[in-house]
T-cell receptor, first 110, second 117 residues
Framework: DAKTTQPPSMDCAEGRAANLPCNHS???????VYWYRQIHSQGPQYIIH???NNETNEMASLIITEDRKSSTLILPHATLRDTAVYYC???????????FGAGTRLTVKP | NAGVTQTPKFQVLKTGQSMTLQCAQD?????MSWYRQDPGMGLRLIHY???????DQGEVPNGYNVSRSTTEDFPLRLLSAAPSQTSVYFC????????????????FGNGTRLTVT
């Protein structure tokens, strides 16, 4: 049973902000939202995670709605190297396993 | 610091053959797991381990065995390969949080591409 819903694909112009949405309407109070990306056929790469406050690191920003039912990953200045599949994951409590859906394929265009 | 190392990178098997996919991490992570990724799809959890001597099943465990004799290593065994097991296999590891925050991200290897003919 899918815990997150993401659009299958998105395009973004190089240099512009990429905003990737994720719905997680059944999220529990102690579950975190994680974002990973997978470039070509490499192993997934961790980007950012959060519980309820907005978070920012050197790669991206994560905006979580007040009701926690959705979130947005923001890449502030997308480059061609940001072309990848982006996965939004809600972490299952009590263990460390993460269930990946199909993700969003982001294509950054020149 | 090598992170998560998977070997081999590529493997071709005939139906019925057995093999072991190796995974090692040098970060002293308690948690390790195996995923498979079929073309155009997300990752699916096969097996995982929360420490030496402890393993458990994920979403798609059938046809695979695992063991965890050390913290560093978590091999995945295919006892009798089938064409349906053609896939890319990823190993991952992370710390296990000591509080309720569950905030340790997974570190992934670069995968083993397996073809079963």
């Amino acid at each position: 049973d899918a815990k997150t819903t993401q659009p299958p694909s998105m395009d973004c112009a190089e240099g512009r902000a990429a905003n990737l949405p994720c719905n997680h309407s059944t999220i529990s109070g102690n579950e975190y939202v994680y974002w990973y990306r997978q470039i070509h056929s490499q192993g997934p790469q961790y980007i950012i995670h959060g519980l309820k406050n907005n978070e920012t690191n050197e790669m991206a920003s994560l905006i979580i709605t007040e009701d926690r039912k959705s979130s947005t990953l923001i890449l502030p200045h997308a480059t061609l190297r940001d072309t990848a599949v982006y996965y939004c994951i809600v972490r299952v409590p009590d263990n460390n396993d993460m269930r990946f859906g199909a993700g969003t394929r982001l294509t950054v265009k020149p | 610091n090598a992170g998560v190392t998977q070997t081999p990178k590529f493997q071709v098997l005939k139906t019925g053959q057995s093999m072991t996919l190796q995974c090692a991490q040098d970060m002293n992570h308690e948690y390790m797991s195996w995923y498979r990724q079929d073309p155009g799809m997300g990752l699916r959890l096969i097996h995982y381990s929360v420490g030496a001597g402890i393993t458990d099943q994920g979403e798609v465990p059938n046809g695979y065995n695992v063991s965890r004799s050390t913290t560093e290593d978590f091999p995945l065994r295919l006892l009798s390969a089938a064409p349906s097991q053609t896939s890319v296999y990823f190993c991952a590891s992370s710390r296990i949080g000591t509080d309720s925050s569950y905030n340790s991200p997974l570190h992934f290897g670069n995968g083993t591409r397996l073809t079963v003919t």
